[in-house]
């Protein structure tokens, strides 16, 4: 039995019916080098149930507090069900790309049980007209609550399912680990007795935290003089800053990483996130001005940050921070947006050393739980969430392993990312890195974005404009995404300033 940190338990208390707060990669897989040349549903049944003692994610249930007079714990599923979390669903001829993220964004919508293990796979077949795809692939979603894993934690994940060789290192038809022990459920008297023992720490803790709130204001003043940091001042709302619904829609790009690091290579000092972020502002820039909508002022991301020691590694749940950053949308350049993000980066860093990279996550690992819980209901209640959003989107970068990973014989071609979307957060990036690719995937609430195949064409295009202005030496002026005939939308959503156009809708 564990208990949920108070970063973990605070996915529980946000999420609301129009907001699951669970993440979760997207992968596409090829059977080609399976045994036989396929893979059959009872293959990857067999593959779940040999590798579920690898991570205590996929057998572990939560066990609330009553009254939730304190942060729920996680305790063994003595009934655990394994074909009622992984499941068989085919997309309609002919099988296409939209049709996919159509399915992808439908599920990741639907919240999980929490009667059970938080986590979900699906397995999709028929994706037999997406370009540039083996014949016979398939795909599979994993869907877990952002309570059990962050993205270091969710790479363990897939580490546990995933091998290097399309040959099994697993003896045998069944590897299962030794019985769990339901032995030591607490009882109610118990969980109050851990109750009123936290309830003596966790104003020890506050105090100590208050008494570090000084020095650091001091260091972070000293940052701001020395000029290695600047105030981003008020974030501007945009359309992906209002309250979302509860529908979904998907999409995603794959881009080669030898350009990626070539551009990087290209201009001193920048990072390879620097480039994601530029193209990510790029796309932003040219979607909200197709729209009529975009800001003078910057769009500001946040970006999650790992912050685990090395004792940490592998203890699961979340332990993160957030830096938040301007886009630098301002600038039509790609190249001089490119080194104006990487300037912003460079400072958020700083901000972040300076104010303690953990502080964010010691100040919520101690807030009392009641007082979460109940924050987060007032905060939703009253319009607080969208009052003034701390940033226009969340971009986090996951790097993955370099080596092709197989999963039931199958080789893994792509892996996407999609994240949780909120009431003042409506858009949201994954950056994903595998064997010789980088993936820049998009979750977004549907009213916000109803053309997610134009918000494609758009990172595709900032892409492309950066590319070609750092290696080849091709006018930076970016591409203008083409403009599609579309219906009017008909419920309106946020926007900057009086002057705007009408918002297309096209068809997914």
Known sequence: MQQLSGQDAMFLYAERPNSPMHIGPVMIYDPSTAPNGFVRFKDILRTFEQRLHRSSVFTRKLLNVPL??????????????????????????PGDWRQLCIQVARLHARPLDRSRPLWEAYVIEGLDNIPN??????????????????????????SALHEFSPVTTIAGTQAKSAPKDHSDRPSDFELFS????????????????TGKALPQWMRVQKVKKEQRYAALGKTLKTRFNGAVTAHRVFTGVVLPL????????????????????????????????????????????GAPVNVRTDEEVGSGGNVVSMMVISLCTQIEDPVERLRCVNKEAVGSKAYLKAMGARTLTDWSNHIPARIASLGFRAAAATGLTTAEPFANTIVTNVPGPREPLYFSGATLVHSFGAGPCYDGMGIFHVVSS??????????????????????????????????????????TRPKRAPKKKTMERKKSVARPSAARKKSPRTST
């Open 194 to 209: 851990r109750v009123a023992g936290n309830l003596i720490k966790s104003p020890l803790e506050l105090t100590r935290l």
């Open 434 to 475: 595998y064997a010789d690719q980088i993936t820049l995937s998009v979750q977004a609430c549907r009213e916000m974005m109803p053309d997610p195949a134009f918000y494609e064409e758009c990172l595709k295009t900032s892409w492309a404009s950066l590319r070609d202005a750092v290696l080849n030496g091709a006018p």
């Open 133 to 158: 795809l083996p014949p016979g692939c398939f795909a599979m979603f994993l869907k877990i609550h952002h309570a059990a894993i962050d993205g270091a934690t969710g790479n363990e994940i897939i």
């Open 68 to 93: 939730g007079l304190d942060h729920p714990y996680w305790v063994e599923d003595e009934d655990f069900d394994l074909e009622f979390h992984v499941r068989h669903i085919a997309l309609p001829k």
């Open 258 to 301: 030898d350009e990626v690091k070539a551009v990087k290579k290209a201009i001193d000092g920048v990072t390879l996130n620097d480039v994601m972020l530029t193209v990510v502002s790029g796309a932003m820039r040219s979607y909200l001005s197709d729209k009529g909508e975009l800001p003078d002022q910057s769009l500001v991301t």
